[in-house]
């Protein structure tokens, strides 16, 4: 299975509607291979707050209809990262969007954990409340986002699921790139699943972005890292690789805490 992450640059002097159009072009590029990532909020920048509620959308809006035909284009699966969603009743969700190779919509995920303590995201958005999985052909996605990568009990939910990977777009700082990488790691080896974190490029609304899009294997070993500007990272993925290692060393199976026990009469 083939994989493409693009790493694409939020730069503020670009127009949301240009920005759409590159992306579209990009995704259009990666033609034979089978699953494509976008990284978070990147129609309007992660960090970019005070544009979110001009820029929200519905999960049908203008960033999912160039998304699909750019998907269905390419033939490929798509997370197209994701955008600021107004819901029904005005509430914004950082929200990510799956699209099939037809250009369907296949899942959407609202971001669990929102990131900012008492402002940004955190006080200005909706909290997600169900994981979601999406089962490609060749594999079972668990989705995520960005400041959800710090919280494992997340991830372990995705593995009882049926996650065989995670995906998760982000818009992850500079200032914390050794964390990323670290976490990166971690939730792959703890998970025996494959890891495939997208970041952005550039800098939005002052923050720079630590960019290095990497993918982990699910014996957390890296199988590709970006640098810190703009790049398509490309990479094949064995997909029986999460099988054999969880044959091969069955940590999963002397889980305890977090399993329901037997009961006992």
């Known amino acids: 299975m083939r ?16 920005r759409r159009r590159r992306a579209a072009s990009l995704v259009r590029e990666q033609h034979g291979a089978d699953l494509v990532v976008l990284p978070e909020l990147w129609p309007v920048g992660a960090f970019a707050y005070q544009s979110f509620e001009d820029e929200a959308e519905s999960p049908a809006g203008p960033t999912y209809e160039a998304m699909a035909k750019a998907a269905s284009d390419a033939g490929v699966w798509l997370h197209a990262g994701s955008v600021v969603e107004k819901g029904s009743d005005g509430t914004l969700y950082n929200t990510s969007l799956v699209l099939s190779p037809s250009g369907e919509l296949a899942a959407t995920y609202r971001k669990i954990h929102r990131f900012g303590f008492d402002k940004g995201e955190a006080v200005m958005m909706g909290a997600g409340e169900s994981l979601v999985t999406v ?16 919280f494992p009990e997340l991830f372990r939910g995705l593995v009882d699921a049926g996650a065989q990977a995670f995906v998760v777009p982000a818009g992850w700082p500079a200032r914390r790139r050794e964390h990323w990488t670290l976490l990166a790691r971690a939730r792959a080896v703890e998970n025996q699943a494959y890891v495939l974190a997208c970041g952005t490029a ?10 290095h899009s990497i993918v982990v294997d ?9 640098g810190p500007g703009e790049e398509v990272l490309s990479v094949e993925l064995d997909v029986t690789k999460v099988l054999t290692t ?7 199976k002397d889980r305890v805490l977090g399993v329901t026990a037997p009961r006992r009469d």
């Open 202 to 211: 550039g800098t939005h609304a002052g923050v720079e972005q630590a960019g």
């Open 246 to 252: 969880r044959e091969q060393f069955p940590v999963l």
């Open 218 to 226: 699910p014996w957390g070993e890296v199988l590709a890292e970006a």
């Open 3 to 18: 994989a493409s992450l693009i790493q694409i640059a939020v730069d503020p002097d670009e127009s949301v509607d240009s």
């Open 135 to 150: 089962a490609l052909p060749e594999l079972t996605l668990g989705l995520a986002t960005c400041y959800d990568l710090r």
